[in-house]
Structures are given as structure tokens and as C-alpha cells.
């Protein structure tokens, strides 16, 4: 059975290996992820397919602003099992985020990706053509869609990050609760 939903915590590991099999070690250094970096996705906008409890499919997006106060969303990665690929799988998931983005209020979407794949969705490079992004990208690839009508019209400028930090880990909260389970255990409190 196939199933699309939200992601959890469980599927980071799943995640993070499904990505490196389709991307490898490269995606880390693409203009995108410097805008995902240290960043949360969008709530309730990181999806998983699962198939008999297998991660075979995943996406994201995040928060970002299409130039000048202009709320946008930037998709990516999405990525698809390579065993799985060819089955309509990306394509029902692509769908399935866009659903959600515009039943969560959001007005347009921009990416880096292939545009004859994902100009079936409506993404254009036309849309964003007065747009442009923060390092090295392929002006091609870099394709916006309007969710409501008149979203995109007249963007122009940079797209810049503007989701909320992912929480930092609290050391010493962590060494207090260290210290609760394990006797002796020390304490970096001065």
C-alpha cells in the first residue's frame, strides 16, 4: 500500500539516505540548499510516500520571499526511490504538495529543477523572469508558479530565506538530563 503523509522525526534517517541516492553528496552544494540551510520547512509541508512502511518518496518546501515583501514558497528537494521512479510517483506527489500549499494559504511556489517535468504543473520560468537567486543557479531550471492568480506579476529581486532557525539544542539541558539518568555523571555548570 501506498501512502502520502507528513513527515516525522522517524523518517530522517530514510529521508537523508533516499536524498544522497538520488542526489549524492553534491546537492549540498547547491544555491537552494544555502536558502534551506539551518532553516524549518514550511509546517505541514515536508511529505513522505511510504510504501508497506518504506520511505520511497519525499519533498519539501520552504519559506522564502520572491523579491521585495513578496511571501513565497521554494519547493525542493523532491526525490523519488530510483527502484520506484517512472511509476507516476512524483508526479502524484507533486500534486499533493501543491494541494496542500494553496489549501494552507500560500500564493506562489518557486524551484530549481527540470522545466519540460515540471512545466506539466504550471511552472514557468516566465513567471519569475524579473527574479534571481543568491549564488550560482541555471537560469533555465529556475521556474515559479502562481497559486493565486496574479502572484508572481511584477516579481522582481532576490529570493531570500525567510523561515523560522531550527531550534538550537540546549547543551546544558541536555548534560542536566544526561545527569538525571547516569549517575556521576558530570556537569558543565560552573
Not at 15 to 33: I, N, V, Y
Not at 73 to 92: E, F, T, V, Y
Request: overall charge positive; aromatic content about 6%.
Amino acid at each position: 500500500m501506498i501512502t502520502i503523509r507528513q513527515e516525522t522525526m522517524r523518517d530522517v534517517e530514510a529521508r537523508e539516505t533516499l536524498l544522497d541516492s538520488c542526489f549524492g553528496a553534491e546537492r549540498f552544494q547547491k544555491t537552494c540548499e544555502r536558502l534551506r540551510e539551518g532553516r524549518v520547512p514550511a509546517r505541514g509541508l515536508s511529505l513522505v510516500i511510504e510504501r508497506d512502511g518504506s520511505l520511497i518518496g519525499t519533498v519539501r518546501l520552504w519559506h522564502v520571499s520572491a523579491g521585495a515583501n513578496r511571501p513565497a514558497l521554494m519547493l525542493g528537494p523532491i526525490a523519488i526511490d530510483p527502484s520506484c521512479q517512472g511509476l507516476g510517483l512524483g508526479a502524484k506527489l507533486m500534486r499533493e504538495a501543491l494541494s496542500r500549499s494553496k489549501a494552507l494559504g500560500h500564493k506562489a511556489i518557486v524551484l530549481v529543477g527540470d522545466a519540460p517535468y515540471y512545466g506539466r504543473f504550471g511552472f514557468s520560468a516566465d513567471s519569475i523572469a524579473g527574479l534571481w537567486m543568491p549564488g550560482p543557479f541555471e537560469r533555465e531550471r529556475f521556474l515559479g508558479l502562481a497559486l493565486e492568480k496574479g502572484a508572481l506579476d511584477g516579481a522582481r529581486g532576490l529570493v531570500s530565506a525567510t523561515g523560522e532557525f531550527e531550534p538550537k539544542p540546549d547543551l546544558a539541558a541536555l548534560v542536566a538530563a544526561a545527569s538525571h539518568r547516569q549517575p556521576g555523571a558530570f556537569s558543565l555548570a560552573a
